[in-house]
């Protein structure tokens, strides 16, 4: 966008050449890399969040000698905001890529010599890619994959543009074409559910086939998985937070923002216990329920939308024990109530041991179980999984539970959730849950923060940092 296509700037009436404020709301990734981005471009930003560190539901924290994620978190080589994250604030190396995606799948229903299958990439153009692997996957039929390569072919045709699919569930669609409930549960659900937090027949056709598409049927390489080899709070609390003070961010943590009002000079007045900061643009990046409560009248056409959005939680095992029991970095799961487990032995600090962490999605059914019922269901998976932990001893299990994890991604979301800019002049909106295409992932939030400083940018006369172009070039 040419600076002559901007606007003269905020209302107050400020000199285009006045230093401008910014109050970015919420400490998560959208949060971070709008004030980075807002920095980046002249901006005096400060940085509010009620919490004690930056990182929204990504972080970490500790547990006698360990340091522990609340969850296990990846992201693929598709993702390139979140890459941008990363580079932004020294991060990469510390996430860093598969060189080709590999993920071993265990299924304990099946006979001894056929319970492990790979679904793993050759370096061939989409979607012969897949090919071997597909036609070797020993959890489904000859018939079956046949089918599955039929509806990948379909699902790569579909049209993402098209807001019909919004209202569809993507269950029926695959049905439709004929797949079936093994097929489902075997290859459909298994990447679904982890990156929709949905299983197939609760979850919108068009953010299933956004995933599909861009994360298997776009670019051979677009599926590689990276995760963070140390606990996330040294990228999303630690680094960020070096970075945003080398870019002279005010960052204020325990500082829970309680109003958003226009002031008499037409300006923004943000609200925290004994204190209102001023400011010409103001970016609420926190989940849609606080965003709703903050937004003055008239933001939006339809508030109530944001509390029709649903949420959806993950429920995350931490399994430590005595001695060595997993020799992979990670792997999923069929036949069981376990879905993927990762191992978090060095990344946690662990000397001695191994510490595993099981990654729950959609787990309305459990997520307020007692810490003993869990334990009791899912230790025996883990020895029917894992011959070697059966006489291991347990010296640790506990449960994180994150009851909001993500928007719920049901049909007909894509209505509900909104854009960056609201009616209001200089008030913006940030967070996954924001219109970005994708579903509530991490590289979503960090899109959402360049969506809001962006339109905050182009509102107050702002040049965009041609890095904030990167990710998109890269995509």
């Known amino acids: 966008m040419s600076d002559a296509t901007r606007s003269a700037g905020p209302p107050g009436g400020r000199p285009a050449g006045a230093v401008r404020d910014a109050v970015v709301v919420g400490g998560g990734l959208a949060g971070i890399t709008a004030a980075l981005a807002l920095a980046d471009a002249g901006v005096r930003v400060t940085l509010l969040e009620g919490r004690p560190r930056l990182g929204g539901l990504a972080f970490s924290f500790q547990r006698g000698e360990l340091t522990v994620d609340n969850g296990q978190h990846v992201y693929l080589r598709c993702c390139t905001a979140y890459r ?7 991060g990469t190396a510390l996430a860093p890529l598969q ?3 590999d993920v071993p799948v265990l299924d304990i229903a099946r006979p001894a010599g ?3 299958g790979r679904l793993r990439r050759d370096a061939l153009p989409v979607p012969l890619h897949l090919g071997r692997s597909l036609a070797t996957y020993p959890h489904l039929s000859l018939a079956e994959r046949a089918r599955v390569g039929r509806a990948a072919l379909a699902l790569k045709g579909l049209d993402l543009a098209d807001p019909t699919l919004d209202a569809q569930d993507f269950g029926s669609w695959l049905t439709a074409h004929g797949q079936s409930a093994r097929a489902v549960e075997a290859l459909w659900d298994l990447v679904g559910v982890a990156t929709l937090n949905a299983f197939a027949g609760d979850a919108s056709l068009g953010l299933a086939a956004m995933v599909f598409k861009t994360g298997l049927l776009s670019d ?10 140390v606990p996330l709070g040294e990228l999303h609390d630690r680094l960020a937070r070096k970075a945003l003070d080398s870019t002279g961010v005010r960052t204020e943590v325990r500082s829970r923002v309680t109003s958003v009002s226009v002031n008499e000079n037409g300006r923004w007045n ?3 216990p004994g204190e209102t900061l001023p400011a010409d643009a103001v970016v609420l990046a926190v989940p849609q329920r606080e965003a709703h409560d903050l937004l003055p009248p008239g933001a939006l056409d339809d508030p109530g939308r ?6 959806a939680p993950i429920l995350n095992l931490h399994v430590v ?3 060595k029991v997993l020799h992979k970095p990670f792997f999923a799961a069929l036949g069981t109530p376990v879905q993927w487990v990762f191992d978090r032995t060095g990344a946690s600090g662990l000397r001695d041991g191994q510490y595993l962490a099981l990654s729950q999605s959609a787990a309305q059914d459990e997520i307020d179980e007692p810490v003993a019922a869990l334990r009791e269901r899912y230790l025996p998976e883990l020895e029917r999984l894992l ?8 010296r640790d299990f506990f449960v994180t539970r994150e009851r909001t994890a993500t928007f719920a991604p049901t049909p007909g979301v894509g209505r509900l959730r909104p854009g960056a800019r609201t009616k209001a002049p200089g008030l913006y909106l940030a967070g996954a849950w924001t219109a970005t295409g994708w579903p509530a992932t991490m590289e979503s939030a960090v899109r959402s923060g360049v969506s809001a400083a962006d339109a905050a940018l182009a509102a107050l006369g702002r040049p965009r940092p041609r890095h904030l172009f990167e990710f998109e070039e890269a995509a």
């Open 114 to 116: 056929q319970r492990l």
């Open 220 to 229: 051979p390489g677009a599926a590689d998985i990276g995760w963070a080899h």
């Open 84 to 90: 941008w994250f990363l580079d932004r604030i020294d």
């Open 387 to 394: 011959p070697a932990s059966r006489g291991a001893e347990v």
């Open 306 to 311: 944001l509390l029709r959005m649903g949420t």
């Open 270 to 272: 943000v609200q925290v």
């Open 321 to 323: 024990y005595d001695r």
């Open 99 to 101: 060189d080709r995606l």
